[in-house]
């Protein structure tokens, strides 16, 4: 059962329909399957992208951390200073820190730290229980940290030489600082090798924060993830919330146990997360990238948005492209129905150019001889009606002996001259005049220039007749007087503004007569008074004059029948406002007259 809508939808609205269907059904179902698969896609670019930012920090944290054990190495690897340290005696009095101002100890760790930003202090720890330090504030802030923290120097006692790495720690604020300070530190055994590795002591460097907080800080793994790193045994080395050092991740089992170079999923507060992690091979420090599950979800929903985009996108195309499939199929169709509508206003027509030879160009020639013959019987018609209209004029024209008229008028005419009667001689002049102009043989157009004689000349014998209760007025360019317009052009619209406009009045009336030039191809003649207006029913009376015989009509119909829709008479008339009555005419010079 086909819906109401679609059978009452043009051909090209259906046609249009079948192929947005046919195109967008596969679109929308590929898209559908495209975004199941975005979530797996988003999620896998994401581990790579995290896993290339973790590489890329991992190796410029161990590039600075090499540099802090080469600094390390360097002082281990002076010889005098071995020697010195191997012959420092232990410091008497009840001092547990032996300030070395002057040796070559202090001298030479305090030129050390010159030029070096990162590093904050340096301590060197003799066997003896006396310390060596260089920080340039002469506090003893670290050692207090090594009482606290006894596992520090047996750690590094335990690796025998090798470098350890203290996890961060806090300094609480102090003279020195208002704040919190928070340090990591690299340490290692100094043993004499001239003297069967007796130990020396411990050399520890103090590491600012601030180095690892340039080299990490600065990077994200996604908008609300974060990066971590720890040693081996979970303790916080670098976290983006200072308030987290000094402390070691939860489940650091569940962590070592993510296999180095792989994501995870779990969950925390409530929250799914994705973990990875990665293992340097310098220190043993794992990096961590945290990505929150809403941040996968927001780069998903941003993969939803640019497929709704693409769809819309090509969805936008394709209806383009079915919008103009659907015009060129259906041109010819539309050619015909416009040629079809045009037909019903001007019986030309439009000629339909038969392009194909299919159903559709069989019709364009059917309607192409339909169009002709129409036409043909049209200009049937015409001819039998002007032949009409010029017999009803000629018996009009005959019904009155011509000579005789002419010879009585002239006679009173005398008559009147004698008598002094001047307005009663020009009142029968005139009417002599129109006569002659009316009933005279010769062609049907004459000039402008006669048609207004004879308008004035009965213009002022009805004046005369109403005793100047109206008057009349011509508003014609001279250079309008060569043109041609049909004969007694005026004689319907002059008769009706007088005798429905004027008829009421009593005086003030106004009838104004007036010719433009619209075009060049165009004349407008415009008659127009304030009388008293015409009634609906009245007006069409005198649109078909059928108690006066010629109607008002005729010419609109003669205009349009021999030109053109475009030429023929407009009558527009409110009660009480006056009349108007618009002819648009041919433009027509003496050579040539039809």
Do not use: C
């Amino acid at each position: 059962m086909i819906p109401t809508f679609l059978r009452n939808s043009k051909l090209g609205s259906k046609l249009m329909l079948l192929l947005l269907t046919v195109i967008l059904a596969p679109l929308t179902l590929l898209g559908f399957l495209f975004y199941q698969n975005s979530a797996q896609w988003v999620q896998e670019k994401s581990d790579k992208e995290s896993l290339q930012v973790l590489n890329l920090v991992m190796r410029n944290a161990d590039e600075m951390l090499r540099g802090v054990e080469s600094q390390l190495l360097d002082i281990y690897n002076r010889d005098d200073i071995i020697e010195q340290l191997s012959e420092t005696p232990p410091t008497t009095g009840g001092n547990a820190e032996s300030r070395l101002s002057e040796d070559g100890i202090n001298r030479y760790l305090r030129n050390f730290l010159r030029g070096k930003d990162d590093v904050d202090s340096v301590y060197f720890l003799s066997e003896e229980g006396t310390t060596s330090f260089a920080d340039f504030r002469g506090s003893s802030l670290f050692t207090d940290q090594i009482v606290r923290n006894p596992q520090w120097l047996e750690r590094i006692a335990e690796e025998n030489g090798r470098v350890v790495w203290i996890p961060t720690y806090e300094i609480p604020p102090n003279r020195y600082s208002a704040h919190n300070s928070y340090y990591f530190a690299a340490g290692m055994s100094i043993r004499d090798v001239t003297d069967e590795l007796q130990a020396l002591g411990t050399l520890i460097l103090n590491v600012k924060i601030s180095a690892l907080d340039r080299l990490v800080g600065p990077v994200d793994v996604s908008p609300h993830g974060t990066i971590l790193v720890a040693d081996d045994s979970g303790n916080l080395i670098w976290h983006p919330d200072s308030e987290a050092y000094g402390t070691r991740m939860s489940g650091v089992s569940f962590y070592k146990a993510t296999k180095p170079g792989e994501f995870v999923r779990f969950k925390l507060n409530g929250e799914n997360y994705r973990i990875g992690r990665i293992l340097s091979d310098f220190n043993n420090w794992s990096y961590y990238a945290i990505v929150p599950q809403i941040d996968l979800d927001a780069q998903t929903e941003n993969q939803k948005r640019f497929l709704i985009v693409t769809i819309v996108a090509f969805s936008a195309l394709f209806l383009l492209l079915a919008w103009l499939t659907t015009r060129y199929i259906t041109k010819p169709i539309r050619q015909m129905v416009v040629a079809m509508k045009q037909i019903q206003k001007d019986p030309q027509g439009m000629q339909l150019q038969a392009n194909s030879n299919d159903e559709i160009g069989m019709l364009q020639t059917a309607f192409n001889g339909m169009r002709g013959r129409i036409a043909d019987l049209i200009q049937e018609v015409r001819i039998v009606s002007d032949k009409e209209k010029e017999a009803e004029i000629r018996a009009l024209q005959a019904q009155i002996n011509p000579h005789f008229v002419y010879n009585t008028l002239d006679a009173i005419n005398w008559l009147a001259i004698e008598k002094d009667e001047n307005e009663i001689s020009s009142m029968i002049t005139a009417l002599s005049d129109m006569m002659r102009y009316a009933i005279r043989p010769g062609a049907p157009w004459v000039r402008v220039e006669e048609e207004l004689r004879w308008a004035r000349a009965y213009a002022y014998l009805q004046e005369m007749r109403f005793e100047a209760k109206f008057a009349v007025e011509f508003a014609v360019p001279t250079e309008l007087a060569r043109y041609r317009v049909p004969r007694l052009l005026l004689q319907p619209y002059l008769e009706n503004a007088i005798l429905h406009g004027m008829e009421n009045l009593e005086s003030g009336g106004l009838i104004r007569v007036s010719l433009n030039k619209e075009s060049e191809d165009r004349l407008r003649l415009v008659v127009e008074d304030n009388g008293s207006g015409i009634s609906a029913d009245r007006m069409e009376d005198i649109k078909t004059r059928k108690s006066h015989g010629i109607g008002i009509t005729n010419m609109d119909d003669r205009l349009k029948l021999e030109y053109d829709a475009g030429y023929g008479v407009t009558v527009e008339s409110e009660p009480e406002r006056g009349t108007r009555v618009t002819v648009v005419l041919p433009v027509i010079e003496e050579e040539n007259e039809p």
